[in-house]
């Protein structure tokens, strides 16, 4: 069930009555929000240990249904700067933001990417292509740099060493996925989150969902879906880290499509699990990709 707006803005709102904020105990240290797991890691990349890094959406949570808490809140109303990755993806991000009276100055990452559209909508999961990860990290670089002039160096740094990095792992990934034939270029995934991955690495991902993990496939469109799927084939189905399995292991029942393995989309995962960083979570889905795509199809 979802919060109305102006519902949702009550129970910020009463959040905020209820908690005595307690006043920084040193004004020096500069506090940063991001809004979900993947921009909270960049972030971390960028500032080292000259900020504290607060993520509010965390591990293998889903930002599209979430409803910020307490904590969250006095989060942002503490905070000086917050992070989103804007295109609509944090539904609930002006809402906590403007409730909260922070003074915090607000950045979207995602300055600066071409979006591209899903059935008409925005898709915000720019991430998922690795040059629009430069360009989430140089966004970031910017404006902490304006914060703390005084680490400029510092951060400037930490920002091309780990730009240096995901050009890198861009280079790799075009290179693997190059080699692949055309009839294993298709896969299906829980919901549409690797529309950029696709675009920029040649594949094709269909999903039974949108952008939006609260939405719900009609029996129509899942019919439909299946029906494309038996006439013209994927290579794998793969489940996601954020979703439901069900829908995925009923395609996979219905079209005899193996599923390939976890994706992560919208989140890094808990500590201790495969994809705790934003490389570490690409490096893990490409391997999982070339895993089922290289793989000779049983006869």
């Known amino acids: 069930m979802t919060l109305t707006k102006s519902l949702y803005a009550g129970v910020v709102s009463a959040c905020f ?44 949570a889903d930002a ?19 992070f989103v990755n804007g295109l609509g993806f944090e539904t609930w991000s002006d809402t906590l933001i403007s409730e909260s009276g922070t003074e915090a100055a607000v950045h979207v990452a995602t300055d600066g990417i071409t979006p591209i559209k899903v059935d008409g909508e925005t898709d915000p999961h720019a991430w998922n292509s690795l040059s629009n990860g430069v360009i989430y990290v140089t966004n970031v670089a910017a404006a902490v740099q304006k914060a703390l002039p005084e680490h400029a160096d510092e951060i400037g740094a930490n920002a091309d060493a780990y730009i240096a990095k995901l050009t890198a792992l861009d280079t790799e990934t075009k290179s ?3 080699n692949l034939p055309e009839n294993r ?6 919901h549409d989150a690797f529309g950029y991955l696709a675009d920029a690495y040649g594949l094709t991902f269909l999903a039974p969902v949108g952008i939006d993990t609260e ?8 019919a439909a ?20 399995p069900v829908l995925v292991q009923q395609i996979s029942e219905e079209t005899g499509i193996a599923i390939g393995g976890r994706l992560f989309s919208d989140a890094l995962s808990e500590r201790g699990g495969p994809a705790t960083s934003y490389l570490a ?5 490409l391997g999982t990709l070339m895993d089922s795509l290289a793989r000779e199809p049983a006869t």
């Open 176 to 178: 693997k996925l190059a």
């Open 225 to 244: 879906l299946i029906d494309q799927l038996k006439a013209e084939g994927a290579a794998a189905l793969f489940v996601e880290n954020i979703t439901s």
């Open 215 to 222: 939405a719900e496939p009609s029996a129509k469109e899942l």
């Open 281 to 285: 979570m690409f490096q893990h889905n």
């Open 64 to 82: 599209h249904v979430y409803q910020p808490s307490v904590a969250d809140a006095r989060a942002v109303a503490e905070a000086d700067i917050i």
């Open 185 to 190: 270029r298709t896969v299906v995934t829980a």
């Open 17 to 60: 009555a209820l908690v005595a904020w307690p006043v920084p105990a040193d004004e020096d240290d500069i506090k940063i929000v991001a809004s979900f797991s993947i921009l909270g890691d960049m972030v971390e990349q960028v500032v080292g240990d000259l900020a504290t890094v607060t993520t509010i959406v965390g591990p293998d």
